[in-house]
Antibody, heavy 122, light 106 residues
Framework: QVQLQESGPGLLKPSETLSLTCTVSGVSGDSINPFYWAWIRQSPGKEFEWIGNIYYSGSTNYNPSLKSRVTMSVDTSKNQVSLKLISVTAADTAVYYC?????????????WGQGTLVTVSS | DIQMTQSPSTLSTSVGDRVTITCRASQSVRTWLAWYQQKPGKAPNLLMYKASNLENGVPSRFSGSGSGTEFTLTISSLQPDDVATYYCQQYINYPWTFGQGTKVEI
């Protein structure tokens, strides 16, 4: 069973950069290849927002609402997927999940990390 | 963006009841719809994809139906372990979008 573990700072100040890493592990063969990966966040009000997908090759699709501030990357040698979100505000406070996607173009989230709470506060 | 609206927001029910949750899309998503279950403090768990395909390991009391703009998730006989919040998600067009959730209580 694949395991995903998010890591990164839990508290940021407004205007700082959010940087999270998702480390993938599990039985032999559970690696970044050949899957789509996503970052999805859940606000304190419990609504979900898809941030974007990244294919193992590095190609990306971002939510237009965040596109100007988001960068995703993969490191296949480390089995890691990363998220960077610049110029954060209180509205970026959420639990951030990484997920291994399934279906064409990484359509739905089959495996999820446990999530990491990021709070933006001065 | 495609708006997903679930009803009801909260559902109070009893063990053994048949439970139906509705998800409506602001435009047709054909059958490109997934359902998730989320228990308090936990990550979501995939229940259903392509509207009616049961994910491996999910109990057969869960079923999904619908196409176009209206979908339902049904639990044929509610069990105590089914207390959770349920979310739908469309994946016909980027950005993928989620419903606001339906909380099922006993």
């Amino acid at each position: 069973q694949v395991q995903l573990q998010e890591s990164g700072p839990g508290l940021l100040k407004p205007s700082e950069t959010l940087s999270l890493t998702c480390t993938v592990s599990g039985v032999s063969g559970d690696s970044i290849n050949p899957f789509y990966w996503a970052w999805i966040r859940q606000s304190p009000g419990k609504e979900f927002e898809w941030i974007g997908n990244i294919y193992y090759s590095g190609s990306t699709n971002y939510n237009p609402s965040l596109k100007s501030r988001v960068t995703m990357s993969v490191d296949t040698s480390k089995n890691q997927v990363s998220l960077k979100l610049i110029s954060v505000t209180a509205a970026d406070t959420a639990v951030y999940y990484c997920a291994r996607m399934a279906g064409a173009s990484g359509a739905y989230a089959r495996f999820w990390g446990q999530g990491t709470l990021v709070t933006v506060s001065s | 963006d495609i708006q997903m609206t679930q009803s009801p927001s909260t559902l109070s029910t009893s063990v053994g009841d048949r439970v139906t949750i509705t998800c409506r899309a602001s435009q047709s998503v054909r059958t490109w719809l997934a359902w998730y279950q989320q228990k308090p403090g936990k990550a979501p768990n995939l229940l259903m994809y392509k509207a009616s395909n049961l994910e491996n390991g999910v109990p057969s009391r869960f079923s999904g139906s619908g196409s176009g703009t209206e979908f339902t998730l049904t639990i044929s006989s509610l069990q105590p372990d089914d207390v959770a919040t349920y979310y739908c998600q469309q994946y016909i067009n980027y950005p993928w979008t989620f419903g606001q959730g339906t909380k099922v209580e006993i």
